[in-house]
């Protein structure tokens, strides 16, 4: 009976050391894969998009898109499940707000690769089953008139 102990530590230390490389790897478990979101301007027209993205604790600042030019940025998505950035886009007269990433909504359309074109009437998301953008959203806009956590997104 004593030889058997051991076998059975090093076996629970095994799997157990299997499941923490799984975890920091991105596989399944409490830590997520890396995503990769980017953004490209597909106006159109020949005008550029200026595009200012936050989380609840990152401001990536404003950046400002020439046709056919994308933004680009990776991140982590939080094991809760509520990882949120959003993002207000203008150009010429017009100005609208998108929550570019929804942790709820997105992580089963685009696993790790987020990527969108923006359009005048919403941003379209990669299909990654197509290899299509046709993934088309309306601007939420309403969602953010007024909203005090936006202050500073004027730039």
């Not at 990769?36 to 595009?51: P, Q, W």
């Not at 929550?99 to 969108?116: E, F, G």
């Amino acid at each position: 009976m004593k030889n058997m102990f051991p076998f059975s530590s090093f076996l629970v230390s095994f799997m157990l050391l299997g499941s923490l490389v799984g975890l920091c790897d991105g596989g399944a478990g409490i830590i997520e894969k890396k995503v990769d979101l980017r953004m490209t301007n597909d106006l159109g027209t020949d005008e550029n998009i200026n595009v200012h993205c936050k989380s609840k604790d990152d401001d990536l600042g404003a950046h400002l898109l020439t046709p056919g030019q994308y933004f680009e940025f990776r991140f982590r998505p939080n094991f809760l499940g509520t990882t949120l950035f959003f993002c207000r886009f203008w150009w010429g007269n017009e100005s609208h707000w998108f929550d570019i990433y929804d942790q709820n909504r997105d992580t089963t359309r685009c696993d790790s690769k987020c990527w969108w074109m923006v359009g005048p009437v919403g941003p379209c998301l990669l299909d990654r089953n197509s290899g299509i953008y046709d993934l088309c959203q309306n601007w939420n806009d309403d969602k953010y008139n007024g909203a005090k956590y936006l202050e500073g997104s004027e730039n």
